[in-house]
C-alpha cells in the first residue's frame, strides 16, 4: 500500500492546506486550486477514498466563480485574486476531466459541470502549460469524443507546435527561450493528442522536445532538476537548486507517455530514473520521502533538503508513486508500506 498518511493530515473539513511547518500543517496558508486539484487527481487512484475525493471536488467547485473562473487562492474564505493563474486553471481542467469518469455519481458530476463551465475560456490561454494540461485532459474525457471536443485539441495541439516551431533552433529544441517548471507537461501533452487522434505532427514535436529536455536533466547519469534560482534560460547554464518535487512526477510523467506512444526502454528506464530522485537517486544523494511522516521534502537545496512538508511536495510524490506502481507492478519499489 501506498503511504498517504502526510496527504491526510493536510487535508481538513474544507480541503487541503497549503503550507506546512516542518510536517505540521500550517492553516494560515490557506487552500489552492493547484493542490486541490492535484489532491483530487491522487483519490481517484486511491481505494475506499469518496469522502476525501468530495472534499477536493467541494473546494473546487465553490472555488469556481459564476462566470467559470476560479480563485487559485483562497486564505480564511478570502480570494486572492493577485495570485490567479492560467496554469492552475489548467492542472483543475485536468482534475475535473478526469474526475468527469469515476465511480462516484456525485464527484462525477461536480467534475463534468465545472469542466464544461470553464472550457471554452481554454481558446484564450496563453500560458503554455495551461493549454497542455488542458489538452491532456481533453484526451481523457469524451467517448466517443465530440466534435467541439475534437476541434479544441486541433487548436490547442496547434498553439503548442506553433511555439515549439517559434522558439526552437539549433540545439535548443523547446516552446520557450528558458525551462522552467512542470516542463515535461508540454511535451506529455503532444504524445496525449498523438495516443486520442494520430496526429503525427504532435508525436514529431513531442519526441523531439522530450528528447532535449531528458539530455538536460539526466546528464549526470541522475535526474538533475532545473533549479528555481534564475531557471536555465537559452545561452546560460542551468542552475542546480532549488529542486522542486513537483519535476520529478512531470518527468517520470513524460516519459511514461513517451514509452506508451513510441516503446522501446529508453524511456521506460529514464521515468525510473526520474521516481528515484524521491529516494536518494539525486544531487544531495538524499531522500526527499520522510518515512517516520509520509511526508515529502519541499526541495533540495544546496545545504541539503528544504525540511518542510507542503501539499506539492507530497502530491507529486505521491502522483509519481501511483503512477510507477501502476505501469511497473506491485513489484515494483513504488510501493511503500503504510505505517500504522
Known amino acids: ?74 486564505v480564511r474564505g478570502n480570494d486572492i485574486r493577485a495570485l490567479d493563474s492560467e496554469d492552475s486553471v489548467g492542472r483543475a481542467l485536468l482534475a475535473c476531466a478526469l474526475g468527469s469518469g469515476c465511480a ?26 495551461a493549454v497542455a494540461y488542458t489538452l491532456t485532459g481533453l484526451c481523457m474525457i469524451d467517448k ?13 495541439s496547434s498553439y503548442l507546435t506553433g511555439l515549439y516551431q517559434q522558439h526552437q533552433k539549433k540545439g535548443w529544441y523547446w516552446f520557450e527561450n528558458s525551462l522552467t517548471y512542470c516542463n515535461g507537461i508540454l511535451p506529455q501533452a503532444l504524445f496525449s493528442v498523438y495516443a486520442r487522434t494520430g496526429n503525427k505532427k504532435a508525436l514529431k514535436t513531442g519526441h523531439e522536445a522530450l528528447s532535449f529536455l531528458c539530455d538536460i536533466l539526466f546528464r549526470s547519469g541522475y535526474l538533475n532538476i532545473v533549479g528555481n534560482k534564475g531557471w536555465y534560460k537559452y545561452g546560460e547554464k542551468p542552475p542546480c537548486f532549488d529542486q522542486q518535487p513537483v519535476d520529478a512526477a512531470s518527468t517520470a510523467s513524460a516519459c511514461l507517455a513517451a514509452y506508451q506512444s513510441i516503446g522501446g526502454q529508453h524511456y521506460l528506464g529514464l521515468a525510473r530514473q526520474a521516481h528515484r530522485w524521491y529516494h536518494g537517486a539525486n544531487i ?57
Not at 5 to 24: I, K, N, V, W
Not at 144 to 155: K, N, Y
Open 144 to 156: 466517443p469524443m465530440s466534435r467541439d471536443h475534437l476541434q479544441l485539441i486541433r487548436q490547442l
Open 284 to 340: 544531495n544523494e538524499l531522500k526527499l520521502y520522510d518515512q517516520k511522516t509520509g511526508g515529502c521534502y519541499d526541495a533540495l537545496t544546496e545545504e541539503g533538503v528544504n525540511l518542510n512538508q507542503g501539499a506539492e511536495a507530497i502530491l507529486s510524490f505521491l502522483l509519481c508513486e501511483q503512477l510507477m506502481a501502476k505501469h511497473l507492478g506491485k513489484d515494483q519499489p513504488a510501493a511503500i508500506e503504510q505505517s500504522s
Open 104 to 129: 462516484w455519481p456525485d464527484v462525477q458530476g461536480m467534475c463534468l459541470a465545472m469542466f464544461n463551465r470553464n472550457l471554452p475560456r481554454a481558446v484564450h490561454f496563453k500560458s503554455p502549460r
Open 1 to 74: 500500500m501506498l503511504d498517504y498518511r502526510h496527504l491526510q493530515r493536510m487535508t481538513d473539513s474544507t480541503g487541503m492546506l497549503q503550507f506546512s511547518q516542518l510536517s505540521t500543517p500550517d492553516p494560515s496558508s490557506g487552500y489552492t486550486l493547484d493542490d486541490n486539484a492535484r489532491a483530487l487527481i491522487v483519490t481517484l487512484n486511491m481505494k475506499d477514498s469518496h469522502d476525501l475525493a468530495l472534499i477536493y471536488a467541494n473546494w473546487l467547485f465553490q472555488a469556481q466563480r459564476i462566470d467559470g473562473s476560479w480563485s487559485n487562492l483562497q
